[in-house]
């Protein structure tokens, strides 16, 4: 395994990507698909290669015994938040900032991070505007939200473009079960019912014992990479266009930050065998048959693992509302919006009232009918 862990022997990657007219900083728009320099306005197209949904997976045995080539590992300079736990990417100018995931101040002197190189991406699609357009909106929808934090939110800064990383495994498996088959079948059974015998149709299931194999590809078996954000909200971004998948490329990361990975390789492949597991298991069900399925063994061999580490773009917005810290994530690609859940105790305690005075009401109604 690649440890999280500063190198001196060598220097951080850093990428600059300067403007042609005028020397700014060009970064990428994702309206329009390429690099622009908000100084002068001129822009510059990415260049990609021939083949660009030609991503190689990486061997996943290689990795977790150090044995990558050392053209697919690099260092970034990255800063690790206090309080939450981020680790991300900072450009060379940046000496203290707030963490983008839950607004704490924080100093970068965390130094180079040697780490897997991520293999691919999916550049944003979303522009900040319609990424925070699309975070009131689904806060003007949530019942008694605190409409002072939807004004905050609607007010406060920009939201902060973060490339996420994940995991992404293959796998070949081939896999051998016992269990039991059940077969539903119905008997008469007489029984008295206010002094009088009643038939009923009564269920049982007749079990037969059963063997047999499955086999089953898995392709981009999708894992979050990192713990900076409760795993909920990044699930509830889901689904993901992976097919769209571009090469890495740095370009694609001008003017936004990158996350970087604090899940171990193995142990995201853990969670991938687990998600594997459940869905080998449904198979087996299937295979089973039958009207009911009892499984008690499950032998599966897995091979052929490969994997990537990939980044997803995500909107994030961190808002501190009331001694409170609020965090919103917006899919940078489709407007999905996920986040903590604000309750308004005065908005709650006046629907209570209201409900109160209206059921009292219908009390009285009520009570003058009769």
Same mark, same amino acid.
């Given at each position: 395994m690649i440890p999280h862990r500063p190198d001196t022997d060598a220097l951080p990657t850093q990428y600059r990507f300067p403007c042609d007219n005028c020397g700014g900083d060009y970064r990428y728009d994702p309206g329009a698909d390429q690099l622009v320099c908000d100084f002068c306005g001129n822009t510059r197209e990415i260049e990609r290669a021939s083949a660009p949904h030609a991503i190689n997976e990486l061997d996943f045995r290689s990795a977790i015994n150090d044995l990558l080539p050392a053209q697919e590992i690099e260092e970034t300079r990255t800063v690790n938040c206090p309080n939450c736990g981020a680790v991300f990417e900072f450009d060379a100018a940046t000496h203290a900032a707030e963490c983008p995931f839950c607004a704490t101040p924080v100093v970068t002197d965390t130094g180079p991070n040697r780490h897997i190189k991520p293999r691919a991406l999916l550049p944003f699609a979303l522009e900040e505007r319609a990424a925070r357009q699309a975070m009131t909106d689904w806060l003007g929808g949530l019942w008694f939200a605190p409409g002072g934090l939807q004004e905050y939110a609607r007010k406060g800064r920009k939201m902060q473009g973060i490339y996420v990383p994940y995991w992404t495994f293959?796998?070949?498996?081939?896999?051998r079960y016992r269990g039991e088959r059940g077969t539903v079948y119905y008997?008469?059974?007489t029984v008295m019912r206010d002094g009088k015998r009643q038939t009923q149709r009564v269920a049982k299931i007749r079990w037969r014992a059963v063997t047999g194999r499955v086999a089953r590809f898995f392709d981009d078996v999708l894992v979050l990479g990192s713990t900076s954000l409760p795993k909920r909200y990044?699930?509830?971004l889901e689904p993901w266009d992976l097919a769209a998948l571009e090469p890495y490329r740095p370009e694609y990361l001008a003017g936004f930050r990158a996350e970087a990975y604090t899940v171990d390789l193995d142990t995201g492949f853990d969670e991938a065998r687990a998600h594997m597991d459940r869905?080998?298991?449904r198979d087996v069900k299937f295979d089973i048959g039958g009207d009911r399925?009892?499984?008690?063994?499950?032998d599966t061999a897995i091979s052929d693992v490969t994997f990537k580490h990939i +980044? +997803?773009?995500v909107w994030l917005a961190a808002y501190k509302y009331r001694g409170k810290t609020y965090r919103f994530v917006v899919n940078g690609r489709t407007g999905r919006v996920q986040g903590e859940r604000p309750w308004s105790a005065i908005k709650i305690t006046i629907a209570v009232i209201l409900g109160a005075l209206l059921?009292?009401?219908l009390g009285y109604l009520y009570a003058q009918a009769q």
């Open positions: 293959d796998a070949d498996t081939k896999s008997e008469n059974r990044t699930d509830a869905v080998i298991a399925q009892r499984i008690h063994d499950i +980044l +997803l773009p059921a009292a009401g």
